[in-house]
């Protein structure tokens, strides 16, 4: 019987540098030259196998068209990643689905059930996480070097990722000098170039300094008792980590402690709590009475550092009622709402709206200044949830008296008092709606904020639309009250 018996054909062999820049250049070529994936063979340069490579990513090789390829950008991206995978047919899968995404199957990615993609996202996952690790768990230790302080730190990736992560750590230490070594790859930054070199086994790093004292400290001070999860903490921090993090060397006896480091917690906020409770306004509808009680209340610990009780002011008629967040420093010292620097620019907001501030009641949320000591001043703090819920009885007995036909919250603790804690500044601001406090019912910004404003333009534009909302009001209150005549 006659016949030939066909030679299977070998594969190509195509050499690189193991990095992705130079695999996408042969990877052109190879699709250039219309190589389908089961006939190459990828060779890392620098490994021991004989290079008998078709061509190298410094050749151009014969009749190779130039021919531009269409991938979708999210592949490049995400190559990039798969590419520092140590999984050694990354290459393979890389091209793999680089010939499909380029021979009739431009919506590849999408199929996340197709094997190819399946393991593409695995490996570009794997990337992202030990890209993370390694920013959290590198920790850097001071040496002297000809002179110099030196920092270096002593990581073992899982994944090439030296170089991918150089730029988090050049951006984060810019002013420092420092290396980061590893067994396969090592990065050094001397305050204005990279320098990459080779591995180095771990004895070449340094084993302590005298910051790792300050920083267990530190550790241990921000250590939250009250969540641990010792579960979570091992798969966040895996124990290959361990022997690299000073902090590791105190984990064992903090978690010793953090139950009875728990109750103690739970005893203070117990005591915290019991400070607080909701205020009894009485019931009447004389306004000095009113005042006179809340003067005197104690329903939340506010009272024990603030000069005074700020009660509102204005006439019991107004049509328009304004609510802030609580007094400040200069309130506090003088008893009366809005007399300092907000309150100045408020008076000149009402002013350019054709307010007359002496027809309106202007109150707070929270009747005391609640403050922080700076040196020798005192720093504002906002008031939580239940400084405003211990005294929001106050604000409402004020409502109750006022019954304005407009409401206007000046910032988000009076709108958040007002609407509840979905209100929003910067989203409804500007808006008239209905409040079960008021018929017309608006947010715009606080005073103060005008003033805490990044720059000037800012600050102007912000202005502007302050008194356009008052102007707003002043235009609901008119209309308001042509209605009820």
Known sequence: MNGTVARKQQPEQITFAPNFAAWQKVARRALANDLAPESIVWEELGSDQP???????????????????????????SASLVACHRGSNRWTLLYHLLWRLTHGEPHLLEIVVDADVHDFMLMEKAVRHEVHKMR????????????????????????HI?????????????NMRWSILTPERCVHWDGRHFTFTAGVPKSEAPRQDAMEALWRTYYGNIFNPARVKTKAMRKEMPKRYWKNLPETEIIPTLLEEAPARVEKMFRENDARESEYSIAQPPLTDDWEKLREAGCACRACPLWKNATQAVFGEGPLDSEIMLVGEQPGDVEDRGGRAFIGPAGQLLDQGLSEAGIDRTKVYITNAVKHFKWEPRGKRRIHQTPNSRDIAACRPWLEAELRLIKPRVLICLGSTAATTIFGTGARVLRDRGQMRESKFAPKTMITFHPSALLRAPNEATSAKQYALFVSDLRLALESSKTATQACD
């Open 162 to 174: 030296v170089e991918l992560n150089a730029g988090f750590f050049r951006d984060r230490f810019a």
């Open 136 to 159: 959290a768990f590198v920790r850097f230790r001071a040496i002297e070097h000809d002179g110099v302080t030196w920092h270096v730190a002593w990581f073992e990736p899982e994944h």
């Open 51 to 77: 290079a008998l490579a078709i061509f190298n990513e410094h050749e151009t090789p014969v009749n190779a068209p130039d021919t531009r390829f269409r991938v979708p950008r999210s592949f490049v991206k």
